[in-house]
């Protein structure tokens, strides 16, 4: 029905002069106010892509879609407090569609008549029209008198702390949008003839408001102006602002809550979130300290979840008005918590883009071509903020975001993140950030220390033996309970169906153990097929996780899941059934294990109690109970946490009691004070929150509390001594007891246990149950490692050739060279043959016998001694003194002395002899009688190893060097890559050095130096250029006197002993050499013994003494080498023994070199870098 009083304007009596212009200005000035807009929010975007990769956060679309419509439509997480849930749905619904209406003004502004074509002239457009612009004000106003009454003042408040100004100024541009909607259109109905003044159904308040406004087309411009420029100020100030959440979280919500962390809806409770870095979720195996982020330490530490968390927070203080720990004077505030690091986030977030533009224009500053790119070098921007350091984020005062008195006030009750209407994740945050105080600074609460300590030491947090988790079981099997032992009474699981986890509160708690043994009692009475672990149980890590000590948590739970899997050898996954007392074990068992693998089905005792009284399995037949008053305390991680609320309450009443509900419960319960490790630190701020508790209880009435958590009942025991502490007889006080006791002392028959039920199954069982995945899982490993292992054989046989080949054509290069030197010179000196590495892992064939001597013939070749394992080791230096090559004459003459051959023995073989031996063959100086042939060290053959192609052949063979002895119990050793210059791997026994060799004649001596050490230095340059290992001579820098005498052996330890064994690593500790830097001399090494060296000739100068210690000269520089990358194996056949060397010199006795000592304990070793020019750690000696 139409009112007969209606405006009666038309088109042609719009004043489109005044109407056009202000059209115009509006439009004008809207573009700056989208232009800061759009640029706030892209802030906002990019802000949060600083945070790092986040784990399954886009899993499941639909499922996300379909919890997104029903938390924004239905409000769900609003709906905990009606009223304002009703009030804040009409201001959200007038702000979503509003926004169509609001847009319409730029319409209206022109022509006050006209709006949206089509369907602005439908009566259900304004029908949504009317119901808009009224829920609009109706809601915000609601909401201006909800904050004006509750204020922000107190602290208590949950306003408190909240920026009352960006929350006013918000409400008051709603206001004005939403009466600019209503105004707008009710001087359209008073002024045009086109709107008859209105429809009842449609515009039932607006045509009413109608009877008072004038008619007059100017005024609907002009209210449409004032619609426009509101929302168009409201855009301009935001986007300035981007730290106002009251105001952002319009947007961001959405996303948020799209995006949280259960894609089935469940808000962020049960298990803690997982240490993650860089998207991957990281393990004690897998993380790498210098690469990975352990833990929060810095805001771009967060990941973009935590970002988007930061800037999504709308201010509203439900989760500060819940939270304990703010509730009882203590610090901590979830909400300004979440806004402290949201403020320091945007004010870190340009030094952060900043330092990653110039990371990346950094990594621009060379061309293709290698060539530095000078114009990006000469930008001062390139680094400009590259090391400006970010705040820490928990500190003391001023040198941090976060007080730590605030990160360790947190119980991780949940009721901040259940409170939350847009679903952040406060928890996760402070997890993570106690992980990095605890992993990477060491810095925690004094009582934490104990608790780890506990934990690592005894496997519990009160530090008792294990022998003591028997205690009860032999209790009450002399009670005449049967208690089965999971080792001891059974030996599978065939015959049974649920594993009782006991717990640690369980055994060393003397009140938790009450609960432990009705728990039992009640289970033997009701036939129940169950079993213990007994001593074979360990901590869940509850306490170690939510304290922040992950890799602990990684470890026990590691432990306990293999436990439990022998356990379970062939049962299901599905009839893996646990039931536990302790909420902490609920949740993480069922909750936690299944990242690490351990999948169970956890139920707690009050569920399978409940299930035994429906199956009439427990039957109350008495009523001690009867009429008593009870109040329960919900455990927050059996309610909150896991959403256990009905199975305790109903236990209560089939115990007989009267149940009195607190005002806080079920998801709005109040924590005891015990969660988030907080059960062993002590409350030095604010009121006890476990006192807190007591009394809300205590107040009811009660004659006693009922608890489902051995930790609730330790604090809630606590609270009532401490506020009945004047009543002296215990037994009048408040009793807080576990509802399985409750419910225990319902079912006893004159004071005793009713006779068992007969034990059987509560489902059919299933067993002999394979699991295929794993047994693919194996096969697919073992198989990859096959194909590994192949390959590395493939490749190593490959290097080893072409090592080979470079080694024999550098060999035939320098001995060519050297004997042109020689043949000019005249000289009669040669060269020591640098030994190569050895890399045995396996024992070698014996090498063919050597073949006799130049200077001896028909002597018997010295035998090759067998492989040894042992490190790669360096070959030898070339002598420092200047030798000639091969087949070089000397004085004529003079008979050569019989050399005495030196092969090096595993280990780094020793430098050649200082002096300038005698080419093999090459006669001595006349009248020279030859001197018997000392035995020759034998060579322990190498796999792979380069020969000595040019040294002389030993005359007599010598006792092989004791092949050092394998790691033992498997132990992995890994030796990596020695740096160039670098001596071998510590610990390695050393090779003999040559024998000293004798002095040639004086002139031959002379005249040969200067060719020798030309050749010594091409040999080593080509060498070095085809990664043969390089040798260092000084025979480069240095010249060698006229009729020098000859110097004996450099580096090499004189003895006449065989080197002893290196001695074998202990219980299959792995043992890890890592690379030694260039230059960096290693670590002295237990050398193996030279051979006695042979008589020297009359007119030779008699041979200095070897040093034991490294060579101070250039001329007894260490050999340099080039150890394998992968451990190395000797290969029958290819295994060759290293050829004694001929170099006339006195015998000069040394010291036997002291074997290795093992490592003990199987404890990794690990030789990290050692910096050029420092000392190597000194090796076994």
Same mark, same amino acid.
């Given at each position: 029905?139409?009112?007969?009083?209606?405006?009666?304007?038309?088109?042609?009596?719009?004043?489109?002069?005044?109407?056009?212009?202000?059209?115009?200005?509006?439009?004008?000035?809207?573009?700056?106010?989208?232009?800061?807009?759009?640029?706030?929010?892209?802030? $906002?975007?990019?802000?949060?892509?600083?945070?790092?990769?986040?784990?399954?956060?886009?899993?499941?679309?639909?499922?996300?879609?379909?919890?997104?419509?029903?938390?924004?439509?239905?409000?769900?997480?609003?709906?905990?407090?009606?009223?304002?849930? $009703?009030?804040?749905?009409?201001?959200?619904?007038?702000?979503?569609?509003?926004?169509?209406?609001? &847009?319409?003004?730029?319409?209206?502004?022109?022509?006050?008549?006209?709006?949206?074509?089509?369907?602005?002239?439908?009566?259900?457009?304004?029908?949504?029209?009317?119901?808009?612009?009224?829920?609009?004000?109706?809601?915000?106003?609601?909401?201006?008198?909800?904050?004006?009454?509750?204020?922000?003042?107190?602290?208590?408040?949950?306003?408190?702390?909240?920026?009352?100004?960006?929350?006013?100024?918000?409400?008051?541009?709603?206001?004005?949008?939403?009466?600019?909607? $209503?105004?707008?259109?009710?001087?359209?109905?008073?002024?045009?003839?086109?709107?008859?003044?209105?429809?009842?159904?449609?515009?039932?308040?607006?045509?009413?408001?109608?009877?008072?406004?004038?008619?007059?087309?100017?005024?609907?411009?002009?209210?449409?102006?004032?619609?426009?420029?509101?929302?168009?100020?409201?855009? &301009?100030?935001?986007?300035?602002?981007?730290?106002?959440?009251?105001?952002?979280?319009?947007?961001?919500?959405?996303?948020?809550?799209?995006?949280?962390?259960?894609?089935?809806?469940?808000?962020?409770?049960?298990?803690?979130?997982?240490?993650?870095?860089?998207?991957?979720?990281?393990?004690?195996?897998?993380?790498?300290?210098?690469?990975?982020?352990?833990?929060?330490?810095?805001?771009?530490?967060?990941?973009?979840?935590?970002?988007?968390?930061?800037?999504?927070?709308?201010?509203?203080?439900?989760?500060?008005?819940?939270?304990?720990?703010?509730?009882?004077?203590?610090?901590?505030?979830?909400?300004?918590?979440?806004?402290?690091?949201?403020?320091?986030?945007?004010?870190?977030?340009?030094?952060?883009?900043?330092?990653?533009?110039?990371?990346?224009?950094?990594?621009?500053? &060379?061309?293709?071509?290698?060539?530095?790119?000078?114009?990006?070098?000469?930008?001062?921007?390139?680094?400009?903020?590259?090391?400006?350091?970010?705040?820490?984020?928990?500190?003391?005062?001023?040198?941090?975001?976060?007080?730590?008195?605030?990160?360790?006030?947190?119980?991780?009750?949940?009721?901040?993140?259940?409170?939350?209407?847009?679903?952040?994740?406060?928890?996760?945050?402070?997890?993570?950030?106690?992980?990095?105080?605890?992993?990477?600074?060491?810095? &925690?609460?004094?009582?934490?220390?104990?608790?780890?300590?506990?934990?690592?030491?005894?496997?519990?947090?009160?530090?008792?033996?294990?022998?003591?988790?028997?205690?009860?079981?032999?209790?009450?099997?002399?009670?005449?309970?049967?208690?089965?032992?999971?080792?001891?009474?059974?030996?599978?699981?065939?015959?049974?169906?649920?594993?009782?986890?006991?717990?640690?509160?369980?055994?060393?708690?003397?009140?938790?153990?009450?609960?432990?043994?009705?728990?039992?009692?009640?289970?033997?009475?009701?036939?129940?097929?169950?079993?213990?672990?007994?001593?074979?149980?360990?901590?869940?890590?509850?306490?170690?996780?939510?304290?922040?000590?992950?890799?602990?948590?990684?470890?026990?739970?590691?432990?306990?899941?293999?436990?439990?899997?022998?356990?379970?050898?062939?049962?299901?996954?599905?009839?893996?059934?646990?039931?536990?007392?302790?909420?902490?074990?609920?949740?993480?068992?069922?909750?936690?294990?299944?990242?690490?693998?351990?999948?169970?089905?956890?139920?707690?005792?009050?569920?399978?109690?409940?299930?035994?009284?429906?199956?009439?399995?427990?039957?109350?037949?008495?009523?001690?109970?009867?009429?008593?008053?009870?109040?329960?305390?919900?455990?927050?991680?059996?309610?909150?946490?896991?959403?256990?609320?009905?199975?305790?309450?109903?236990?209560?009443?089939?115990?007989?009691?009267?149940?009195?509900?607190?005002?806080?419960?079920?998801?709005?319960?109040?924590?005891?004070?015990?969660?988030?490790?907080?059960?062993?630190?002590?409350?030095?701020?604010?009121?006890?929150?476990?006192?807190?508790?007591?009394?809300?209880?205590?107040?009811?009435?009660?004659?006693?509390?009922?608890?489902?958590?051995?930790?609730?009942?330790?604090?809630?025991?606590?609270?009532?001594?401490?506020?009945?502490?004047?009543?002296?007889?215990?037994?009048?006080?408040?009793?807080?007891?576990?509802?399985?006791?409750?419910?225990?002392?319902?079912?006893?028959?004159?004071?005793?246990?009713?006779? !068992?039920?007969? !034990?059987?199954?509560?489902?059919?069982?299933?067993?002999?149950?394979?699991?295929?995945?794993?047994?693919?899982?194996?096969?697919?490993?073992?198989?990859?490692?096959?194909?590994?292992?192949?390959?590395?054989?493939?490749?190593?046989?490959?290097?080893?050739?072409?090592?080979?080949?470079?080694?024999?054509?550098?060999?035939?290069?320098?001995?060519?060279?050297?004997?042109?030197?020689?043949?000019?010179?005249?000289?009669?000196?040669?060269?020591?043959?640098?030994?190569?590495?050895?890399?045995?892992?396996?024992?070698?064939?014996?090498?063919?016998?050597?073949?006799?001597?130049?200077?001896?013939?028909?002597?018997?070749?010295?035998?090759?001694?067998?492989?040894?394992?042992?490190?790669?080791?360096?070959?030898?230096?070339?002598?420092?003194?200047?030798?000639?090559?091969?087949?070089?004459?000397?004085?004529?003459?003079?008979?050569?002395?019989?050399?005495?051959?030196?092969?090096?023995?595993?280990?780094?073989?020793?430098?050649?002899?200082?002096?300038?031996?005698?080419?093999?063959?090459?006669?001595?100086?006349?009248?020279?009688?030859?001197?018997?042939?000392?035995?020759?060290?034998?060579?322990?053959?190498?796999?792979?190893?380069?020969?000595?192609?040019?040294?002389?052949?030993?005359?007599?063979?010598?006792?092989?060097?004791?092949?050092?002895?394998?790691?033992?119990?498997?132990?992995?050793?890994?030796?990596?890559?020695?740096?160039?210059?670098?001596?071998?791997?510590?610990?390695?026994?050393?090779?003999?050095?040559?024998?000293?060799?004798?002095?040639?004649?004086?002139?031959?001596?002379?005249?040969?130096?200067?060719?020798?050490?030309?050749?010594?230095?091409?040999?080593?340059?080509?060498?070095?250029?085809?990664?043969?290992?390089?040798?260092?001579?000084?025979?480069?820098?240095?010249?060698?006197?006229?009729?020098?005498?000859?110097?004996?052996?450099?580096?090499?330890?004189?003895?006449?002993?065989?080197?002893?064994?290196?001695?074998?690593?202990?219980?299959?500790?792995?043992?890890?050499?890592?690379?030694?830097?260039?230059?960096?001399?290693?670590?002295?090494?237990?050398?193996?013994?030279?051979?006695?060296?042979?008589?020297?000739?009359?007119?030779?100068?008699?041979?200095?003494?070897?040093?034991?210690?490294?060579?101070?000269?250039?001329?007894?520089?260490?050999?340099?080498?080039?150890?394998?990358?992968?451990?190395?194996?000797?290969?029958?056949?290819?295994?060759?023994?290293?050829?004694?060397?001929?170099?006339?010199?006195?015998?000069?006795?040394?010291?036997?070199?002291? !074997?290795?000592?093992?490592?003990?304990?199987?404890?990794?070793?690990?030789?990290?870098?050692?910096?050029?020019?420092?000392?190597?750690?000194?090796?076994?000696?």
């Amino acid at each position: 029905m139409y009112l007969l009083a209606a405006g009666q304007a038309t088109s042609s009596d719009i004043p489109w002069g005044i109407t056009v212009p202000l059209g115009i200005i509006g439009a004008l000035l809207s573009l700056p106010a989208w232009v800061f807009f759009i640029r706030g929010a892209a802030q $906002i975007f990019t802000t949060i892509r600083l945070g790092q990769p986040a784990l399954k956060r886009t899993d499941n679309p639909a499922g996300r879609l379909m919890n997104l419509i029903k938390e924004i439509i239905g409000h769900t997480k609003m709906a905990k407090k009606p009223g304002v849930a $009703i009030a804040h749905w009409l201001v959200m619904v007038g702000f979503l569609l509003g926004a169509m209406v609001w &847009f319409e003004a730029y319409i209206q502004i022109f022509n006050p008549e006209g709006g949206w074509p089509i369907i602005g002239n439908w009566a259900v457009y304004h029908f949504v029209d009317e119901l808009l612009g009224l829920g609009t004000v109706i809601g915000i106003i609601t909401l201006i008198i909800i904050r004006q009454k509750i204020g922000d003042k107190d602290k208590k408040a949950r306003f408190y702390g909240s920026n009352s100004g960006a929350a006013y100024f918000v409400e008051a541009v709603v206001l004005i949008e939403g009466l600019g909607m $209503i105004f707008v259109k009710a001087s359209k109905i008073a002024t045009f003839a086109s709107y008859e003044g209105g429809h009842a159904a449609t515009d039932f308040f607006t045509m009413q408001l109608a009877k008072i406004l004038p008619e007059s087309p100017l005024l609907v411009s002009i209210f449409a102006l004032i619609k426009l420029l509101s929302g168009m100020i409201w855009l &301009f100030i935001v986007g300035q602002n981007v730290k106002w959440g009251v105001a952002w979280h319009r947007f961001m919500a959405f996303f948020n809550i799209f995006l949280k962390r259960n894609s089935d809806g469940r808000n962020a409770l049960g298990a803690a979130k997982p240490l993650t870095s860089g998207g991957r979720m990281l393990t004690m195996e897998n993380a790498d300290p210098e690469e990975d982020a352990i833990g929060v330490g810095k805001i771009d530490d967060f990941t973009w979840k935590g970002w988007m968390d930061f800037t999504s927070c709308t201010e509203c203080g439900r989760c500060q008005e819940q939270c304990p720990a703010w509730n009882t004077a203590k610090p901590l505030s979830p909400k300004l918590l979440i806004t402290n690091l949201r403020d320091h986030a945007i004010e870190s977030a340009p030094y952060l883009k900043a330092a990653r533009k110039d990371a990346a224009h950094a990594g621009g500053m &060379f061309s293709g071509e290698g060539a530095t790119d000078t114009a990006v070098l000469d930008d001062p921007s390139v680094d400009a903020h590259a090391d400006m350091p970010l705040l820490q984020l928990v500190a003391a005062g001023e040198m941090g975001v976060i007080d730590p008195d605030v990160l360790w006030s947190c119980t991780n009750c949940g009721a901040c993140v259940e409170q939350c209407p847009v679903d952040i994740e406060h928890i996760d945050h402070i997890v993570d950030m106690r992980r990095y105080q605890v992993l990477v600074e060491s810095d &925690f609460p004094t009582e934490l220390g104990g608790l780890f300590k506990n934990l690592e030491t005894k496997g519990n947090p009160w530090g008792q033996n294990n022998n003591k988790r028997s205690d009860w079981i032999q209790k009450a099997k002399e009670d005449g309970i049967e208690v089965p032992v999971f080792g001891e009474d059974i030996e599978n699981f065939d015959d049974t169906e649920y594993l009782f986890w006991v717990g640690c509160a369980g055994v060393y708690d003397d009140n938790a153990v009450k609960t432990t043994r009705a728990v039992a009692d009640l289970l033997y009475t009701a036939g129940v097929k169950y079993a213990v672990l007994g001593e074979g149980e360990g901590c869940t890590g509850d306490s170690a996780r939510r304290a922040g000590n992950e890799f602990l948590f990684q470890m026990l739970a590691e432990q306990n899941i293999e436990m439990l899997d022998n356990a379970f050898e062939g049962v299901p996954p599905k009839q893996r059934k646990i039931v536990v007392t302790c909420a902490h074990c609920f949740n993480t068992l069922r909750n936690e294990y299944p990242d690490l693998g351990g999948n169970y089905q956890v139920v707690h005792h009050t569920q399978l109690l409940n299930k035994l009284i429906r199956e009439g399995r427990l039957e109350p037949v008495s009523a001690p109970q009867n009429g008593r008053q009870v109040t329960y305390h919900d455990p927050c991680f059996l309610g909150r946490h896991n959403k256990v609320f009905e199975a305790p309450r109903e236990l209560i009443g089939a115990s007989g009691a009267n149940l009195v509900e607190m005002d806080r419960n079920r998801d709005t319960g109040f924590c005891c004070g015990a969660g988030g490790a907080r059960m062993w630190m002590e409350e030095h701020l604010g009121e006890r929150i476990n006192l807190n508790r007591t009394d809300e209880a205590l107040a009811t009435g009660s004659d006693a509390i009922a608890i489902g958590c051995p930790f609730c009942k330790t604090m809630m025991t606590d609270g009532v001594n401490n506020r009945q502490s004047e009543i002296e007889n215990k037994a009048d006080r408040t009793q807080v007891l576990d509802i399985a006791q409750m419910f225990r002392e319902s079912v006893l028959v004159d004071g005793e246990l009713p006779a !068992p039920k007969s !034990p059987e199954f509560l489902v059919a069982p299933e067993r002999g149950w394979v699991d295929e995945e794993k047994l693919a899982r194996e096969e697919a490993e073992r198989k990859a490692e096959e194909e590994a292992k192949k390959k590395a054989a493939e490749e190593k046989k490959r290097k080893a050739e072409e090592a080979k080949k470079k080694k024999e054509a550098a060999a035939a290069a320098g001995g060519a060279a050297a004997a042109g030197g020689a043949a000019a010179a005249g000289a009669a000196a040669a060269p020591s043959a640098p030994s190569a590495p050895g890399a045995p892992s396996a024992p070698a064939a014996p090498a063919a016998p050597s073949a006799p001597s130049a200077g001896a013939p028909g002597a018997p070749a010295a035998p090759a001694a067998p492989g040894a394992p042992a490190a790669p080791t360096a070959p030898s230096a070339p002598s420092a003194g200047a030798p000639a090559a091969p087949g070089a004459p000397a004085a004529p003459g003079a008979p050569s002395a019989p050399s005495a051959g030196a092969p090096g023995a595993p280990g780094a073989p020793a430098a050649p002899s200082a002096g300038a031996p005698a080419a093999p063959g090459a006669p001595g100086a006349p009248g020279a009688p030859g001197a018997p042939a000392a035995p020759a060290a034998p060579a322990a053959p190498a796999a792979e190893s380069n020969k000595s192609e040019d040294a002389p052949k030993a005359e007599q063979s010598a006792p092989a060097a004791p092949a050092a002895q394998p790691a033992q119990d498997g132990g992995p050793i890994k030796l990596n890559a020695t740096a160039p210059g670098a001596p071998g791997a510590p610990g390695a026994p050393a090779a003999p050095a040559a024998a000293p060799a004798a002095a040639a004649g004086a002139g031959a001596a002379a005249a040969g130096a200067g060719a020798a050490a030309a050749a010594a230095s091409d040999d080593s340059d080509q060498a070095e250029a085809q990664d043969a290992a390089p040798a260092e001579t000084a025979a480069e820098s240095a010249e060698t006197p006229q009729a020098a005498p000859a110097a004996p052996a450099a580096e090499a330890p004189k003895t006449e002993q065989s080197a002893p064994a290196a001695q074998p690593a202990q219980d299959g500790g792995p043992i890890k050499l890592t690379a030694t830097t260039p230059g960096a001399p290693g670590a002295p090494a237990p050398a193996a013994p030279a051979a006695p060296a042979a008589a020297a000739a009359p007119a030779a100068a008699p041979a200095a003494p070897a040093e034991d210690q490294q060579a101070e000269t250039p001329a007894e520089a260490p050999a340099e080498a080039e150890a394998p990358s992968e451990e190395p194996q000797a290969e029958t056949g290819q295994a060759e023994a290293e050829q004694a060397e001929e170099a006339p010199a006195e015998a000069t006795p040394a010291q036997p070199a002291q !074997p290795a000592q093992p490592a003990n304990d199987g404890g990794p070793i690990k030789l990290t870098n050692i910096v050029p020019g420092a000392p190597g750690a000194p090796g076994a000696q």
